[in-house]
């Protein structure tokens, strides 16, 4: 069974602040990560993507990967009420099959 | 930027009848994906589809469910007879890699009402 584990929130932040996001998954085979934000009663978009360990930066956008903990993260530097969504986590595994967490919302408080 | 279509964006059907779900992927695209979402529910994967075959689906896409490449272009997600839990938003999504694109690409969506 591969997992995809999100905390469900809602996280609540200041405009400003820092927003910090995290997935966990279980298949150690699992090769990229991704995050996608989901508006209510839209469809997912691509945030970032990330296969090495390490931070990857996207302007306000960092993905971390920790392959050893098999931990990934977002973090949204200088939220902005547009910002307030659903975030979801996928893992991409072997067969190009991805894996969705069950998403994080988020609220960025004006 | 290129971009999944998914047609009709909402669909109400009774109980009991058939439905078809019609999606046109990004056209270099070669893996094709449905998923759906229940409302409030984490996005569940149902299919996969490669090579004109799929080429894995999930416990949900049962007996019930059949995709198609009909014509090269589109790609259809039937329903043979819904049930009221078929409620749901289903998604397309191909995959591909390009010019700074990698990863799932979804469509709109269609909001599935099965009364």
């Known amino acids: 069974q591969k997992e995809v584990e999100q905390n469900s929130g809602p996280l609540s932040v200041p405009e400003g602040a820092i927003a910090s996001l995290n997935c966990t998954y279980s298949d150690r085979g699992s090769q990229s990560f991704f995050w996608y934000r989901q508006y209510s009663g839209k469809s997912p978009e691509l945030i970032m993507f990330i296969y090495s360990n390490g931070d990857k930066e996207d302007g306000r956008f960092t993905a971390q990967l920790n392959k050893a903990s098999q931990y990934v993260s977002l973090l949204i530097r200088d939220s902005q009420p547009s910002d307030s969504a659903t975030y979801l986590c996928?893992?991409?595994?072997?067969?190009?099959?991805?894996?969705f967490g069950t998403g994080t919302s988020l609220t960025v408080i004006p | 930027e290129p971009e999944v279509t998914q047609t009709p964006s909402h669909q109400v059907t009774q109980m009991g009848q058939e439905v078809i779900l019609r999606c046109v992927p990004i056209s270099n695209h070669l893996y094709f994906y449905w998923y759906r979402q229940i409302l409030g529910q984490k996005v569940e994967f149902l299919v996969s589809f490669y090579n004109n075959e799929i080429s894995e689906k999930s416990e949900i896409f049962d007996d019930q469910f059949s995709v198609e490449r009909p014509d090269g272009s589109n790609f259809t997600l039937k329903i043979r007879s819904t049930k009221l839990e078929d409620s749901a938003m289903y998604f397309c999504?191909?995959?591909?890699?390009?010019?700074?694109?990698?990863?799932?690409?979804f469509g709109s969506g269609t909001r599935l009402t099965v009364v």
């Open positions: 996928a893992v991409n595994t072997v067969g190009n099959q991805f894996y």
């Open positions: 999504a191909s995959f591909g890699t390009g010019k700074g694109i990698y990863g799932y690409t």
